[in-house]
């Protein structure tokens, strides 16, 4: 299975705190994508960072991409209830556009 | 931005029926479309990637013949479910990337698939 990890598997947070997430993959990479889903809905994607970088910023997000470490991780600054959802990483190993998704973090803010 | 629909959103069919899901790239073209299921609380999972006028590629324990995808179109894939049984009730979720940028992936809504 192509498929990464995720930890946490669920957080729970205050309102102003920041959230982690971390996402471990097993191949090389193009670029790694996080995505989040609230429940039961679709998936936006959040931001994508390529595999030459180590670091992206996006409003409240920040990215950063160990390759040699085949890790990622997610920071949320300042968290807020909306941020409530579930977070997934996903990875492209074959340069084909077929996404193989972490095992997802469930994020909780509690207002 | 790039927007992908699904249709139906939800859908409830008894077992044994079969079930067709459309997935449509509303505002871009698309030779490739993907489709992933997903289990309550659980990631998604690549099922196939359906090209535009070929044959469909499925990822390893799918069964092509259990689920049928056709890309009639650059802006429609379908799948449709055969001969469902309860546990093929799952969140069933296209997505597509447009031909020039060919990395942002847009997903679409989901459908819901429950089989009594």
């Known amino acids: 299975s192509q498929q990464g990890e995720e930890d946490p598997q669920a957080l729970s947070i205050q309102e102003g705190e920041n959230a982690t997430m971390n996402c471990s993959y097993k191949?090389?990479?193009?670029?790694l994508q996080w995505y989040r889903q609230n429940s039961g809905r679709g998936l936006v994607h959040l931001i994508l960072?390529?595999?030459?970088?180590r670091e992206k910023h996006s409003g409240r997000l920040r990215v950063t991409l160990d390759t040699s470490k085949k890790s990622s991780s997610l920071l949320i600054t300042a968290s807020r209830a909306a941020d409530t959802a579930s977070y997934f990483c996903?990875?492209?190993?074959?340069?084909?556009?077929?996404?193989?998704f972490g095992t997802g973090t469930s994020l909780t803010v509690i207002p | 931005g790039a927007v992908v629909s699904q249709h139906p959103s939800r859908v409830i069919c008894k077992s044994g029926t079969s079930v067709k899901i459309e997935c449509r790239s509303l505002?871009?073209?698309?030779?490739?479309m993907f489709w992933y299921r997903q289990f309550p609380k659980q990631s998604l999972m690549l099922m196939a990637t359906?090209?535009?006028?070929?044959?469909?590629?499925?990822e390893q324990g799918v069964e092509k013949d259990k689920f049928l995808i056709n890309h009639a179109s650059l802006t429609l894939s379908t799948l449709t479910v055969t001969s469902a049984h309860p546990e093929d009730s799952s969140f069933y979720i296209c997505?597509?990337?447009?031909?020039?940028?060919?990395?942002?992936?847009?997903f679409g809504p989901g459908t819901r698939l429950t089989v009594t």
């Open positions: 997505s597509a990337s447009p031909l020039a940028t060919g990395y942002e992936q847009y």
């Open positions: 191949t090389s990479i193009n670029n």
């Open positions: 960072i390529r595999s030459n970088e």
């Open positions: 996903a990875t492209d190993p074959f340069g084909g556009n077929q996404f193989y």
């Open positions: 505002d871009f073209q698309a030779t490739t």
């Open positions: 359906s090209n535009e006028g070929s044959k469909a590629t499925y």
